[in-house]
């Protein structure tokens, strides 16, 4: 069993749609949670980034992180064509010592005109 | 701030050759990290350097892989000999140092490594 499983997708929904991704995961240790965008042919870019569980919006982005359930979603509202990439979760136990990231898949996300 | 440069972007090898990637992390990221992503597969960590320090290499598949990071500036991974199931994407990552706000990893554009 992976340790942190996302549904690679793809996902393509219309220009202005409220899009929702999710990850689970199995170890409960881990405490910092993180988003990031890749476009084709980049490297992934920080989104959001959370500590244990709860709600951190910015902008049109909220992540929320739900550690009974080993959960973490992330919501974009009004979604535009250039939020078109792929979006991958991603956790680790210790941040601010350089924890290792344990990545999901990834999920393609499309956004249509 | 200039961002991670990695280069080759892209490298076609035969079966057998031998291959350096380089990484130039950010200007006084101690932190210096190799991922890889294998086609249809989640990006999975390799090793870790704080400056020239290995501080966790717990993810390198063999001892095909050799991960150096000279002076604790730019950092080179070698794989010798190549096999066809090396081939991916890899990436590379600096964060600065522990006890500074770290808000997340700057990622590379990544080096495409195909293996035939």
């Known amino acids: 069993q992976k340790e942190v499983e996302q549904d690679p997708g793809p996902l393509s929904v219309p220009e202005g749609a409220i899009v929702s991704l999710n990850c689970t995961y199995s170890n409960s240790a881990f405490q910092y949670f993180m988003w990031y965008r890749q476009y084709s042919r980049k490297g992934p870019e920080l989104l959001m980034y959370?500590?244990?569980?709860g709600n951190k919006e910015d902008g049109r982005f909220t992540a929320q992180v739900d550690k009974s359930s080993k959960y973490i979603s992330l919501f974009i509202r009004d979604s535009q064509p250039s939020d078109s990439a792929t979006y991958l979760c991603a956790m680790t136990l210790i941040y601010n010592q350089g924890g290792k990231l344990i990545f999901g898949q990834g999920t393609e996300l499309s956004v249509k005109p | 701030e200039a961002g991670v440069t990695q280069f080759p972007s892209h490298s076609v090898i035969e079966k057998g050759q031998t291959v350096t990637l380089r990484c130039d992390p950010i200007?006084?990221?101690?932190?210096l990290y190799w991922y890889r992503r294998v086609m249809g597969k989640e990006i999975k960590f390799l090793l870790h350097f704080v400056k020239e320090s290995k501080q966790d290499e717990s993810g390198m598949p063999n001892n095909r892989f050799l991960a150096e990071r000279t002076g604790g500036t730019y950092s080179t991974l070698k794989v010798q000999p190549a096999e066809l199931e090396d081939s991916g994407v890899y990436f590379c990552a600096s964060s600065p140092g522990t006890g500074r706000i770290n808000y997340g990893y700057t990622f590379g554009s990544g080096t495409r490594l195909t293996v035939v």
């Open positions: 200007s006084g990221h101690d932190n």
């Open positions: 959370t500590y244990s569980s």
